[in-house]
């Protein structure tokens, strides 16, 4: 069955560090990868989206994501972190047989100062 | 340019009540999507409507619970019998292509008590 596993649950790290979320995915095909970032009290907002073409996608925020397809691998990138960043992040594939979003369980993000 | 809304923001209910949850897309967009997101479970699909079609339907978790969708646009979450494992964060998205990128609402949290 398809799915999107984040292994890291909980990572904190220092403001003006880098940053790396890790995301695999189970898909039979190309898959339709994106992050999602979600505030406190917030909705989901989109950060960066993949379909095809070039392996490494910019978003908003200052974020990139680079798809690996030989590691299954959509990890989530950020050179300098800010406070502001600290939130959850949420990987997801679309479903092969339909449209509807296979979520990750999420990463909580903590930027310490 | 207004997002997807949802009411209520909160809304709390006795168990075996009935409630309903509504949410309006972005004008113009065919593809409305309804997720819930819960501590235990993540984020996850419920329903998914084309126009006022609904041709995925597989998230949905019992026969409690049914969705419309009228003129394109509005759509209702119905949950009859609440029980306490309903008790989350509903959540609805719109698309304005199918796989395109889905934006979300701010949900609707239900606390059935």
């Known amino acids: 069955a398809q799915s999107v596993t984040q292994p890291d649950i909980h990572i904190t790290v220092s403001e003006g560090a880098s940053l790396e979320l890790r995301c695999n995915y189970s898909y039979g095909a190309t898959p339709y990868l994106f992050w999602y970032v979600q505030s406190p009290g917030q909705g989901l907002q989109l950060l960066l989206k993949?379909?095809?073409?070039?392996?490494l996608v910019q978003g908003i925020k200052g974020f990139e994501a680079e798809f690996k397809r030989s590691q299954s691998s959509f990890n989530l990138r950020k050179p300098s972190v800010h406070w502001s960043d600290a939130a959850e992040y949420f990987c997801a594939v679309v479903k092969q047989a339909g449209t509807a979003l296979i979520f990750g369980k999420g990463t909580t993000l903590s930027v310490s100062s | 340019g207004a997002g997807v809304s949802q009411s209520p923001s909160n809304k709390v209910t006795e168990k075996g009540k009935d409630v309903e949850l509504r949410c309006d897309p972005i004008s113009g967009h065919t593809a409305l999507y309804w997720y819930r997101q819960s501590l235990g479970q993540g984020l996850e699909f419920l329903i998914y409507f084309q126009g006022n079609s609904a041709p995925d339907k597989s998230g949905l978790p019992s026969d409690r619970f049914s969705a419309e969708r009228t003129g394109g646009s509005v759509s209702t979450l119905t949950i009859q019998r609440t029980q306490q494992e309903d008790s989350a964060v509903y959540l609805c998205?719109?698309?304005?292509?199918?796989?395109?990128?889905?934006?979300f609402g701010p949900g609707t949290r239900l606390t059935v008590l």
């Open positions: 998205a719109s698309s304005l292509q199918v796989r395109g990128e889905q934006f």
């Open positions: 993949y379909f095809s073409g070039d392996t």
